[in-house]
């Protein structure tokens, strides 16, 4: 039986999801790995909600070598239909102020030392993946941020370097000249796996810092980052808590029949193995 309806992924200073009732821990065990740490799943106003710190308790895994298909895998197997990603991100536009909340609609892919789908093992499966985000969710999740009086931004393009490091001041100006609006490290390949696994996925981007492209403003460093990142997250509590019980219970997107006209590879030429392993994601397509 499902436990949890959302899922939360909580980015850097995210590590626990205050304002739980019936909190309990979840180990799950998937073929792809160790999920980030144990899953917290409880509710808020009778709503059942799945947790997870990305980073680990302790902030002890870095994005390139984050389990994202084990944590993705694991809300699947929960009954998770939507998830809420929270992360930190920089601003690239003058307008886009540290301390301002972003729901981006549009990403571009910078990482290149991440496994980037599920379908692997003999099996291809080509996803939709022009709107990364799911467009309703994002409405709701601007919407109640809106509500809560914190500034925040509807749209924008993220884009998703590899890290640790940060960019160099001609990559920054490279990625405003693209029309890029923010820059973090873990949106993907999460959203390209929830689409896959056909959960809706939206991101939450907290701003820290402007990068380094802005001239008037020190470059970005770990400690300007933390410093707002504590404001960031009391922002994205609040938001988190008031949009959860907001959530329909049906789905009037596309995420949850993303797999549809996906999978090119016959059924008969699916190795057993690779159906048994993803049997929570494509078990009904295999009816």
């Not at 393009?157 to 490091?165: D, K």
Request: proline letters at 6%.
């Amino acid at each position: 039986m499902p436990e949890a309806r959302i899922g939360i992924i909580g980015g850097s200073g995210l590590y626990k999801m205050d304002g739980l009732d019936n909190i309990r821990e979840s180990n799950v065990e998937t073929p792809f790995g160790q999920p980030s740490g144990p899953i917290t799943l409880g509710t808020i106003q009778d709503v059942s909600v799945a947790f997870i710190p990305r980073h680990g308790a302790g902030h002890h895994i870095s994005p390139t070598r984050l389990p994202v298909k084990a944590n993705i895998f694991a809300l699947k197997t929960l009954g998770v239909e939507r998830i809420i990603s929270i992360s930190a991100v920089g601003s690239l536009q003058e307008e886009y102020q540290p301390l301002d909340l972003v729901v981006p609609h549009q990403l571009i892919d910078r990482t290149y030392q991440r496994d980037q789908t599920f379908f692997d093992d003999g099996v291809v499966a080509h996803i939709a993946f022009s709107d990364p985000f799911c467009p309703a969710l994002s409405d709701l999740l601007y919407r109640t941020s809106s509500d809560t009086g914190v500034r925040v931004h509807s749209g924008g393009t993220l884009v998703v370097m590899e890290g640790p490091a940060f960019s160099t001041r001609a990559e920054s100006h490279m990625y405003r000249r693209w029309g890029a609006d923010i820059i973090g490290m873990t949106t993907l390949p999460e959203a390209k796996l929830a689409r896959e696994a056909e959960i809706c996925y939206s991101t939450l981007a907290c701003v820290t810092d402007y990068d380094c492209w802005r001239e008037a403003t020190e470059p970005v460093t770990v400690e300007m980052v933390v410093s707002n990142l504590r404001k960031n997250v009391s922002a994205s509590l609040r938001v988190l808590r008031d949009v959860i019980p907001r959530i329909p219970l049906g789905r009037n997107c596309d995420c949850g029949a993303a797999l549809e006209d996906a999978i090119l590879t016959a059924k008969e030429h699916m190795p057993r193995e690779f159906k048994e392993k993803m049997a929570p994601i494509i078990g009904r397509h295999l009816v």
